[in-house]
């Protein structure tokens, strides 16, 4: 098992796939990915045996990320062999939807148990300036195959004030949808330090604002993510928040994260991290993969230091899946 020097383990491996985007989502890339060609991310191989090696230390669960991970051809593939890991449980996957409505049978089919897909707003409008694409009709589409399919489905949107914190449209949309949908509140980054200024809210308030209507907390299980979710009798959708600006949001940190470059990330704003790659080779023992994550993992910090505006390596969120 997977356990720092304060006694956490970690049950949940966010895996970057690529980096790549295609939209232009005005918090993470406003002008559009620049970065490395599609070559240099981790192989499907190499992939493989990175998840081999957290499964037999004890990872349960695996999120595909990006970048937008469906960019990738190989991905019903990667998701079959995720899905075929011994000691894996939970394949998720995170996605701006673009392909969603064409691809969620197939996804399903390799063995796609979860799905989070990000929608800044469910208002058209507001929906086409924050990403830079109007496809909000056919992601919306997509999610209501993934429900039928019985994927759980999360919908995520950065919090951004003054754009998208109106909860009307929002507990509308729950009140017939059994899905969850979570605000994230934005997170400073060396690219977006104006950008966090003026967008940023706190979601305490949101959450005040749930109680008093009568929302419930959600008991989360170990390999869940660090979401505080709410449940209400009227309605078969939740409301879910990520306050990486709270008290000891930290505290129960239970997942590590492996860029699509191959370097663990014991931390989304931390340290520049640890290349795994050269371990990867089909010639290394995956033994000695293992006793690389496991030396690392004791070296993780107690928490970020986002609040005072230091975001260690972080960019844009697109770099080691957000």
């Not at 992939?47 to 990320?65: D, P």
């Not at 017939?176 to 104006?194: G, K, L």
């Not at 959708?237 to 990520?242: K, Q």
Request: charged share 25%; glycine share 8%.
């Amino acid at each position: 098992m997977l356990q720092d020097s304060f006694g956490r383990r970690f049950y949940y491996l966010r895996l970057s796939i690529t980096d790549v985007c295609n939209f232009r989502c005005t918090y993470c890339l406003p002008e559009g990915y620049k970065g490395l060609p599609e070559d240099a991310f981790l192989s499907a191989p190499e992939i493989s045996k990175t998840v081999q090696a957290f499964a037999k230390l004890g990872t349960e669960k695996v999120r595909i990320t990006g970048g937008e991970p469906s960019l990738r051809k190989d991905l019903p593939d990667i998701i079959s062999s995720i899905k075929a890991t011994s000691g894996i449980k939970k394949v998720a996957l995170t996605t701006n939807g673009y392909k969603l409505d064409k691809n969620i049978h197939e996804w399903h089919r390799s063995g796609l148990d979860q799905l989070n897909v990000s929608i800044d707003s469910l208002d058209k409008k507001t929906f086409k300036s924050v990403t830079g694409h109007d496809r909000i009709d056919e992601i919306m589409a997509g999610i209501e195959s993934a429900i039928s399919l019985g994927i759980k489905v999360k919908v995520n949107a950065v919090l951004m004030k003054g754009v998208n914190d109106n909860l009307s449209p929002i507990f509308e949309w729950l009140k017939s949808n059994p899905a969850t949908f979570r605000f994230i509140e934005v997170m400073e980054t060396a690219d977006q330090d104006v950008f966090f200024r003026q967008y940023h809210r706190s979601g305490g308030a949101i959450k005040q604002q749930l109680l008093d209507d009568n929302w419930q907390s959600v008991i989360q299980d170990q390999a869940a993510g660090p979401a505080q979710e709410f449940w209400h009798p009227d309605y078969k959708g939740r409301m879910g928040l990520i306050m990486p600006y709270s008290k000891d949001f930290c505290a129960t940190c239970n997942r590590l994260r492996v860029s699509s470059l191959g370097k663990m990330h014991l931390c989304l704003f931390a340290e520049q991290g640890v290349d795994l790659r050269p371990f990867l080779a089909p010639n290394i023992p995956i033994e000695t993969l293992i006793e690389a994550i496991q030396g690392h993992v004791s070296d993780k910090k107690l928490g970020h230091d986002l609040l005072n505006h230091n975001s260690g390596a972080m960019q844009n969120l697109s770099q080691i899946g957000g």
